[in-house]
């Protein structure tokens, strides 16, 4: 089987047998949806080469719906996630991490889509050391409602706190779910991650046996609508993913909404990433704003945002989210938070104003899919890869090569003190 040849339904049958997790299985027992570990579809992109994975915020349903769409028409392997910021237990949406998998298999379901999809609780954010205690708890749950692959995020703290996070929280994620891991929080061109901190973080793990799928760098990129015009710096990330190259790890690239065409497909070609967030631009299609060729809405003089006529919801609607925006002090990228208001009001528009919304995510996913990320018809190559292994855990990509006994909880906090590097500014840097 190569990438370019349509899965046969044997194929299908026997991938969906096989390769849907315990926890999956049991929550839908006669699903023919196939999702998958993300550990999967990160060994699609390598198979494929120079190729990403969509990770597709699903912050609304027709955003996952579109989405889901295009990786259909383009036979490629995607992710749909939704971070906990936008999703946790104080979420800004009405997806969040207990129904998004459950609206991912209903979808998949009702539009007879046989690519293969992992569901990814993102940035599953530890800000203190005493969020640690109540993730030990709810991370659990997130895999009973569905998930396949998760981001534990302590890139908030200092770097010996973020790897002892990591290490303590690791017990409560399932060996074969996708596994993501953060150096430096996303916050554009301050405080960008260093390779010191990188090797660091990924040493220490390895030391401890866990073989994370893929870190996330602050490269200079940022979550939302990115104005800035730095955006993702490709010789850093090049620069990390070379060193980190005997981890076996994948980049994952935060923050895409803000960069152009030609800068991811950069990325594409010269990093290890194999899996990229796309969260903004998503939403904003979908709501039918103008935007540019990578998703950036567009603003007018006045700094608003321009509703296109006969796209994306009513005009009425958004006229109506606006006020709304208006009345909360909302402006910009904190337009995220009509998500959760306005959700219902929004499914409750007519069949045809619906089917634009998605049409329109379809389309930027489709091409974002086919002609940035190079993800078109690597679906065959993630089910063929679960037919190799003949399990829904494929195993870890690394082995051990750190000594554990370097890499005590004492050791770490005395390492962790020769670094240096630069945080920057404190703030809300959430996505």
């Not at 040849?5 to 839908?28: M, N, Q, Y």
């Not at 050391?129 to 409602?145: C, H, R, S, V, W």
């Not at 010269?270 to 603003?299: C, F, H, P």
């Not at 909880?409 to 630069?422: D, G, N």
Request: some cysteine; hydrophobic content about 40%.
């Amino acid at each position: 089987m190569t990438g370019n040849r349509t899965v046969t339904s044997k194929d299908f049958e026997e991938a969906l047998k096989i390769g849907r997790p315990p926890d999956v299985k049991k929550l839908f027992p006669n699903s023919k949806a196939l999702i998958v570990s993300g550990k999967f579809i990160d060994r699609a992109m390598l198979t494929k080469g120079k190729a990403i994975a969509m990770a597709a915020n699903g912050r609304n349903n027709f955003v996952i719906r579109g989405a889901l769409q295009a990786a259909q028409r383009a036979n490629a392997a995607i992710i749909i996630e939704i971070a906990r910021s936008e999703g946790g237990a104080n979420p800004y949406c009405a997806v969040n991490y207990w129904n998004i998998s459950r609206q991912v298999d209903a979808l998949c379901n009702e539009l007879g889509v046989t690519i293969p999809v992992a569901i990814h609780a993102d940035h599953y954010g530890i800000k203190k050391e005493q969020d640690i205690n109540g993730a030990k708890i709810e991370i659990p749950t997130l895999f009973e409602a569905g998930m396949t692959s998760i981001a534990i995020d302590a890139s908030h703290l200092p770097d010996d706190k973020n790897l002892l996070a990591n290490l303590e929280l690791n017990p409560f994620v399932p060996e074969w779910a996708g596994l993501e891991t953060e150096v430096g929080e996303i916050k554009g061109k301050e405080g960008l991650s260093t390779k010191e901190e990188a090797l660091f973080l990924i040493q220490g793990l390895n030391a401890h046996d866990i073989f994370p799928d893929w870190i996330a760098l602050n490269n200079g990129t940022t979550h939302g609508i990115e104005a800035s015009g730095q955006g993702i710096q490709v010789d850093l990330t090049t620069e990390i993913h070379q060193a980190l190259a005997k981890y076996q790890i994948s980049g994952a690239q935060h923050g895409t909404s803000g960069n152009d065409s030609d800068r991811l497909r950069e990325i594409a070609a010269n990093t290890r990433t194999t899996k990229a967030n796309v969260a903004t631009a998503l939403q904003m299609i979908s709501w039918g704003l103008e935007v540019n060729d990578y998703g950036n809405a567009i603003l007018d003089n006045s700094g608003n945002f321009i509703k296109l006529k006969d796209q994306g919801a009513t005009d009425e609607m958004w006229a109506e989210m606006v006020a709304y925006a208006q009345s909360h002090e909302l402006k910009g990228g904190n337009y995220k938070k009509l998500n959760l208001p306005f959700e219902n009001k929004l499914l409750g528009q007519s069949e045809t104003i619906r089917t634009r919304m998605v049409k329109r995510v379809e389309a930027f996913v489709y091409n974002m899919l086919v002609n940035v990320f190079n993800a078109q018809d690597s679906a065959p190559l993630a089910i063929e890869a679960i037919l190799e292994t003949g399990t829904y855990d494929p195993g870890p990509k690394a082995a051990r090569i750190e000594d554990p006994a370097e890499w005590t909880p004492e050791k770490i906090i005395q390492r962790a003190a020769t670094i240096e590097s630069e945080k920057g500014p404190e703030g809300d840097f959430d996505d």
